[in-house]
């Protein structure tokens, strides 16, 4: 089975373009995570879906972000215009729906996109 | 705003060496999580803690859970080589509510 995949696995962008970057989630898991690693610090969630609805976007940073998981399947994060401090490592998520059957499910996670913004 | 401290950041210890990685918070957490991340790679779950007080093994790999589910350990006995990479502990703050809060990491080299 295939695993989260995401796209690209590096990006290298001057400040006030655009980038999107792309996750594909396991087959199946209706549940997907956006999480990012900015140098220095910890991994931070940014948004989770539940099919192709928001859950919880509490931790997007501001309106400059926009993501979207258009009939349940991939999801998109867009940056635009692009700053000097979203540069970082992004990752995504995807968890089966446990239904309440067990109190924490298993998130997997993709390999990550790099971002630089120069 | 939920944190998880984790330390040490850094740890270079020899092969066959004993250590232990800690993740404190004043919060408490329905569950903790350690996963471990490879270069070029996303982090990989290795075990999941539910119950306070309660301790899963992993080969050497032993993890703890403390009694108030406010911190945990990971202990490594006779460590080897295989075992170096990033070690990541994760919080989930609510059931239901799956997001994860993660600590800053430890990054761990042992050498042969």
């Known amino acids: 089975e295939a695993g989260v995949t995401q796209f690209p696995s590096h990006s290298v962008i001057e400040k006030g373009q655009t980038v999107t970057l792309r996750c594909d989630p396991i087959?199946?898991?209706?549940?997907l995570y956006w999480y990012r690693r900015v140098m220095g610090k910890e991994i931070k969630f940014l948004l989770h879906f539940v099919k192709e609805s928001k859950q919880d976007e509490s931790g997007m940073p501001n309106n400059r972000f926009l993501a979207e998981r258009t009939g349940g399947t991939y999801s998109t994060l867009k940056v635009q215009p692009a700053e000097l401090e979203d540069s970082g490592v992004y990752f995504c998520?995807?968890?089966?729906?446990?239904?309440?059957?067990?109190?924490?499910?298993?998130?997997?996670f993709g390999p990550g996109t790099r971002l630089t913004v120069l | 705003t939920q944190l998880l401290e984790q330390s040490p950041q850094f740890l270079s210890i020899q092969e066959g060496e004993n250590l232990t990685v800690y993740c404190n918070s004043s919060?408490?957490?329905?569950?903790l999580q350690w996963y471990r991340q490879e270069p070029g790679e996303g982090p990989v779950l290795l075990v999941t803690v539910v119950t306070g007080g309660e301790v899963k093994k992993l080969k050497r790999l032993t993890f703890q859970f403390g009694d108030a589910r406010k911190d945990s350990s990971l202990h490594i006995t006779a460590a080897q080589p295989g075992d170096t990479g990033l070690y990541l502990c994760?919080?989930?703050?609510?059931?239901?509510?799956?997001?994860?809060?993660f600590g800053q990491g430890t990054r761990l080299t042992i050498n042969p």
């Open positions: 998520a995807s968890s089966q729906d446990l239904l309440g059957l067990a109190p924490t499910d298993t998130q997997y």
């Open positions: 087959s199946g898991h209706d549940n």
């Open positions: 919060s408490v957490f329905s569950s």
């Open positions: 994760a919080g989930v703050n609510i059931q239901g509510a799956q997001k994860l809060v």
